[in-house]
């Protein structure tokens, strides 16, 4: 299977600046890595995700980095405004062959800014 | 764009009885549906992985008799959450997945459930 350490659980910036959520895995062989979105109240919304192809991603103020070698991989949040303010989900898919094709998903990072 | 559907929203049910929730991928074939239950921590717990024309995959500590699954087509798929208990509570989300292992997984909007 697959395990997904995600940190930190809570995170406040300042707006303007920048945040770095942090997420490892297990398994080298996974091979894709969404990152969710979920708002009070509201399903979790896929953002951004990379594959084991790539190691770096961006698109509308977010950029994810993967580092394969590291089994690890993180999305920063450039110039964070109030609508960034949400639960944080990293998740790793199962490696393919293994006839799961799910996803393991870390914790969640609480994420708000300083007022 | 891809969309899920998922319905009721949410759901007030007595102890001992049972609720029923549908999943409907709109605008892409879902090869795979996953339904997931997400705790009031917001961990998210995998229950069940459903493919279209494979056996129902089950995870630890849920079964088929407390959670019975259908997928008959690559839009829909509903599942029931039986006897509901007090430890039942959540949000239950289903997961559709595009083609591919690497397909990406579109969540619906949820169905929460409350069990008085």
């Known amino acids: 299977g697959e395990q997904v350490e995600q940190l930190p659980s809570i995170l406040r910036v300042q707006e303007g600046s920048s945040a770095s959520i942090n997420c490892t895995y297990e398994?080298?062989?996974?091979?894709?890595f969404p990152w969710y979105k979920q708002e009070p109240g509201e399903n979790p919304k896929l953002i951004i995700d990379i594959r084991s192809n790539m190691e770096r991603k961006q698109t509308q103020g977010l950029i994810v980095l993967l580092d394969k070698k590291a089994k690890r991989f993180s999305l920063h949040i450039t110039d964070t405004q109030p609508g960034d303010s949400a639960m944080y989900f990293c998740a790793a898919s199962s490696p393919p062959g293994t006839g799961s094709n799910r996803l393991t998903f870390g914790k969640g990072t609480k994420f708000s800014l300083i007022p | 764009g891809a969309l899920v559907y998922q319905y009721p929203r949410r759901t007030i049910c007595k102890s001992g009885t049972s609720m029923r929730m549908e999943c409907q991928a709109v605008g892409f074939q879902a090869t795979s549906v996953a339904w997931y239950r997400q705790s009031p921590q917001k961990t998210f717990e995998l229950i069940a992985l459903?493919?279209?024309?494979?056996?129902?995959?089950?995870e630890q500590n849920f079964t088929q008799e407390k959670f019975p699954i259908s997928h008959p087509n690559l839009s829909f798929s509903s599942m029931t959450v039986l006897n509901a208990y007090l430890e039942d509570r959540g949000l239950y989300l289903c997961g559709a997945r595009a083609q591919g292992n690497t397909g990406q997984l579109y969540f619906g909007e949820g169905s929460k459930l409350t069990v008085l």
């Open positions: 398994n080298s062989a996974s091979n894709y």
């Open positions: 459903s493919t279209v024309n494979s056996a129902i995959k089950y």
